[in-house]
């Protein structure tokens, strides 16, 4: 007779050799030879940079001062001792208010501040998704945000003093200019994808020459272009605003990369949905708005999203046509003679490159989890 | 019956205002003459604006005198030569810039993409590091930061650091050896030449054979042995006439020698380390989207980790890698006009200059468009043919 087993061999633990600490760092880190000798070497460059860099930042820095002589060494005029090397926070802290307003009029500086606070209390709820009331979250934000925001910053209205844009400068307008831009450019770049893969030849071929176009030059070209050619194409005496010259140019600019992240979804959307849609009697705009641009748009989220960070590290090119986002405060500051220092402009780049980073990771972060969220296993 | 008869006979078409046909040509008429009607209104516009200010339009300013001086000159310039050429300048130089930064940023890329694939857990870490950093940065605070942070604060000439070779690093730039080419050097030239024809025709064979017979050459080293070989034995033969002029210092400042100035450099860094994040992205992609099945079946043909990698996840992972990879470089030539920041006289720059000098704005600007479309054209279809080379070949 044979003999059959009734019930299940217990697991055994697994063997001491692949388990805990040791065979971690094991498979991790000594492998084999060649891994040995690369962890030999990783860990010399993190000894020999990260000290460095917290002294540098942290150990050595300086934060707070009236002028250039806390950050500059004896012989260069200054306090520290002979070698000393760290960061100019100081620098930071005495700009605080340019690095956020540029020359805004500091009596008036409550303005962009309400503003900040309505856009994060507007914004925080349309990024939570259990927050309910998202459509009239989205109109305030979109629309009624920009409305109020324009008669704030600008003023004249209301007893509000005017303040001219060319007054602006820092954070804000490395935020108003792409918060504006994102806004424009998406529904923009939204009709132009639709426009390239319509069956209407002529309007068809005018999208697909503005993509290819705008996309081919450089955004300075199209800022030189925004800038220095718009005004010959008004009438004489109609003039704008330069900010407005640039928004303009800008905009355009990300439209037509929009419209390239759209298209990409459009065809990802298999043909049986457009079919579908028609079959069920659905006009042209019905069967976009409806059926098609929602599972598309749902597909490129990552695509948006990395235009909208592109688009923020974009503004920082104003600066060529001589308006002063955060990098342009940096940057004009450095010559400042009461802050000349060796150590002033490693310490302003490298704050305006932490504000940057924290926008665009953050970004990055929540669209890699808005993408796990409505991922309904469509994707192949 | 109706719903039979409708069917037998003629389509129903709906009406007139309902036909999609109709409704198409509607609007695209309408879309033709609005588009015309503002061009004809901005033409007009420009037109009327010129004449105000006394600008004539037209490319005849090209040929005018400069009057400008430009500090890096791959060709001869001097401020007395034409608009033209200081335009020509400015395009080698971001031709040079964008050729030197796609090499450099394409290292880079490669090796941070693949350590990012690493099996080992700290190069992984520094990698991704590496990535997070410079993917969440503007370019242009890159730039400044080699610039302004970095290359600025390098001690004066009389202090310059020393590197090997023989070569300089301080505020002025960076040096290092000029070659200089005596008689006869052409000799290794063509050496240089016949080795790449030879190997060529060696690896051709040797992939005959294995196809014929299955025995293998080691292609690789016999190669490599020609093509270092046969110009260093035509550098003996010819009487060794390479020579290398180093730099000196003097009092002031360091002469001779070959000189990068620190926009250039720069430029240069910036450029290439910003791409190279987004290089170690694609390339990381690539290698994850060759599915393990490959690698597995390789490894079941007795294939070693050496060729399983070169034969099978390689030149699948390529084709997976180079139309983003094309994109890259289109953005790193486009991101060297930021040159214009620095200082460094690149195509935007001098355009720049020039338009504000002749107040040639539609020209300047329409050179500077025209100009950029046929550098994204140009790279564009040599990444095609490298594409075409790598795609599937299907039935």
Sequence with gaps: MSWVRTEMALAQPAPPGERGAYAWVRRNLIGSIGDTVLTVLGIAIVLWALPQIINWAFINAVWSGPDRTVCTTAAQGGIQPDGWTGACWAFVNAKFGQLMFGTYPIEERWRPILVGILFVVLLVPMLIPRVPRKGLNAILLFLGLPIVSFFLLVGGVFGLPHVETPRWGGLLVTLSLSFVGIAVSLPLGVILALGRRSKMPIVKALCVVFIEAVRGIPLITVLFFASVMLPLFLPEGVTFDKYLRALIGFSLFAAAYMAEVVRGGLQAIPKGQYEGADSLGLGYWQ???????????????PGIVNTFIGMLKDTSLVLIISMFDLLGVVKQNFADPNWASPQTPKSGLIFAAFVFWLLCFGMSRYSMYTERRLDTGYKR | MASQEILRGEPSRGSFINDPRTRSLFF????????????????????????????ASGFDFLKSRAGFDISDTPIAYTSDASYGRALVVGLLNTIIVAAAGIVLATIVGFIVGIGRLSQNWLIRKICTVYVETFRNIPPLLVIFFWYSGVLAVLPPPRESIHLPFGSFLNQRGFYFPRAIWGDGSWLIGVALLLAIAMAWFVARRARQRQKATGQQFPVFWTSAALIVGLPVLAYLLSGMPLTFDFPKQSTFNLTGGFWIKPEFLSLLLALSFYTAAFIAEIVRAGIRGVSKGQTEAASALGLRSGPVLRLVVIP?????????????????????????????PDLTATAGTVLNQTGQAVEGVFIMMIAYLVLSLVTSAVMNVVNARMALVER
Excluded: C
């Excluded at chain 1, 409806?290 to 597909?299: E, G, M």
């Excluded at chain 2, 699948?316 to 991101?335: D, E, F, G």
């Design chain 2, 28 to 55: 695209q008429t309408l879309v033709v003459i609005l588009v015309f009607a503002s061009i004809w209104w901005i033409v007009d516009n420009v037109i009327e604006n010129l004449r105000r200010l006394h600008i």
């Design chain 1, 287 to 301: 069967k976009m708005t409806l059926i098609v641009l929602p599972q598309a748009l749902k597909l490129v989220i």
């Design chain 2, 316 to 344: 699948q992972a390529m084709r997976i890698v180079i139309p983003p990879l094309t994109s890259q470089y289109l953005n790193l030539t486009k991101n060297s006009s930021l040159a214009i920041a620095i200082g460094y």
